[in-house]
């Protein structure tokens, strides 16, 4: 990959999730411009400001890195509270308080699914296929492969001379020689290394065949997909689109407390902003269409997950106002103040320690796409 790649790459990666995060605080601005809520200041962007300009009492800025954006809302964090002042959020109505708050994600939502809709009627409908590598992305403790010296990362490419066709041709030339030593050629790095390896045997439980076993685990990657479906066929998708990450991460939670999929799988999968900003990256070299699907999927997420009701999320914030209509009294913005801090700072360790394992699959040069 030459400079230039990696240029546009970085830009892409930076210019998608600001847009993302820029689009969820326009919606919380232009829902307090609509009720008549104070705004201080607008910003596309944080850190130094690089142009400023003020209009009707609203500073607007553009500052030097381009990671999304920031409003400043009049009241929303309890402070200058005056009972007398139309212009305080806190001075709204239940109704108008929550269509503030929830006004960013719901633009989420907006974008997301116009990004879908351009996909979808310029470039056709995209599926994401799982495609098996064989690339070992595991390799199991006192298993065969383990024992005879096979890594994470090694690239099988024969087994006893013949070459392996991808993931699934390897498994069967594997699989018709249990307790019979095989000769595996794996490429690490710049060499190519032979190893000896018996399998070990096991009995199929589906059709009792005894078949041969090394453990390892393969690499899966996604093929990218697109077929022309006409404008409805677009639109349609776009809606199946809009549910379908809408729901995953009810999906993965239902999986999770089922039993269905360990925890410490979930967790190992999951991706911080270096590792998003790592599978943008390589999106972009597969073309504009797949990144303005990206766009569009990180964005719906983006939407659902800040209307859970998780501290420091916008969900919090619009359950704690659901709590106090409910109870005939406002929950003590300095106490929701205190509540969303703690949570932040839990949302900011987490993120460091998933920015690890992003640092990680970065170092080790991980692929995403086929």
Known sequence: MNIFNIIIGVLAAVLCIGFIIFVHELGHFLAALKYGVGVGEFSMGFGPILFSKEKNGIKYNLRLFPLGGFVSIKGEEGENEDPNDPANFQNKTL???????????????????????????????????????????????????????????????????????????????????????????????????????????????????????????????IDLQFKKVGIMGAVYWTIEQTALWTYAPFKILIAIFSKQVPASMVAENMMGPLGIGHFIFQVVEKGVAPLIYICALISVSLGILNLLPIPALDGMRIFIMVIGAVIGKKIDPQKENLVHTIGFYCLLFLVILITKQDLVRIIQGTNYFK
């Open 95 to 221: 109704w108008e308080r929550v269509v503030i708050i929830a006004a960013g994600a719901l633009m989420n939502y907006v974008a997301a699914i116009i990004l879908f809709l351009i996909v979808g009627i310029f470039f056709g409908v995209m599926t994401m296929a799982p495609v098996q590598s064989p690339v070992i992305s595991n390799v199991l403790k006192d298993k065969p492969a383990a024992q005879a010296g096979l890594k994470k990362g090694d690239i099988i490419t024969s087994v006893n001379g013949t070459a392996a066709a991808g993931w699934e041709n390897m498994v069967e030339m594997i699989h018709q020689n249990p307790g019979r030593s095989i000769a595996v050629v794996v490429k690490r790095g710049n060499e190519n290394l032979t190893f000896n390896i018996v399998p070990e045997s096991f009995v199929d439980k589906e059709n009792g065949k005894t078949i041969g076993l090394i453990g390892i685990e393969p690499t899966h990657l």
